[in-house]
Structure formats: C-alpha cells, structure tokens
C-alpha cells in the first residue's frame, strides 16, 4: 500500500506562483511513476505532469508546458509542483497519483490517489 497526501494548495491571483507537495508513505519502492493530475467539478481527471521515480523523465500537458515543473525528492519520499503564471483556468482541485508499473498520462494506469488540495486563480 501506498498513501499520498497533497498540500500547498490556496488562492492565487493570476500570474502568482504555487507549489504544491506530495508526500508518499507505505511501499514507496514499488512507484514507477508519479503524476499530477486535476480536476474541475464536473468533468474528469486532467493530466497535468509526471515523473519517474528513477530517472529525470518527465512531461506534460500541452497547457502547463513552460510554466509548470514536476520534480521529486526520493529521500524525502515528496513529489511537487512548482506553478508559475498561473490563470484562472488552471482552478482545480489537484491531485497526486502513484503508478506501480509505469509512466503514464492516464488516469486509469495509475494504482493510489491523494485526498487533492485546492487551487483557486483569481482573475
């Protein structure tokens, strides 16, 4: 088992910056890949990012490309995401997610899921 807790979330006005962390407890060694995704009420999970737990690769979505970064702290077991530029569009719930086979932009690939923290821009 795998737990993830999100945190960092709050209200921004647009073109501030968030970070956002992930901190992983349980079988941590047995993630392949780590992502973040979001979600608006309403609609289904959105792909925002993700990262190897044992290499540098990384992507992400089209609409965060350049103003987003996914990074990890494998001794701290904390996934995060720096936001920058933020816009109004970007108002989700955001959520972190644990893959235990691969790397992967679906929702559906991946085995645990955090709680989600809030993110609000304001315009």
């Not at 945190?7 to 890949?33: E, W």
């Not at 990262?51 to 996914?70: H, L, N, W």
């Amino acid at each position: 088992q795998v737990q993830l807790v999100e945190s960092g979330g709050g209200l921004v006005q647009a073109g501030g910056s968030l970070r956002l962390s992930c901190a992983a407890s349980g079988r941590t060694s047995s993630i392949s890949g780590m992502g973040w995704f979001r979600q608006v009420t309403g609609k289904e999970h959105e792909f925002v990012a993700a990262i190897s737990r044992i290499s540098d690769s990384a992507y992400y979505a089209d609409s965060v490309k350049g103003r987003f970064t996914i990074s990890r702290d494998n001794a701290k077991n904390t996934l995060y995401l720096q936001m920058n530029s933020l816009k109004p569009e970007d108002t989700a719930v955001y959520y972190c997610a644990a893959d235990l086979a691969r790397l992967s932009s679906r929702p559906d690939d991946y085995n645990y899921w955090g709680q989600g923290t809030q993110v609000t821009v304001s315009s």
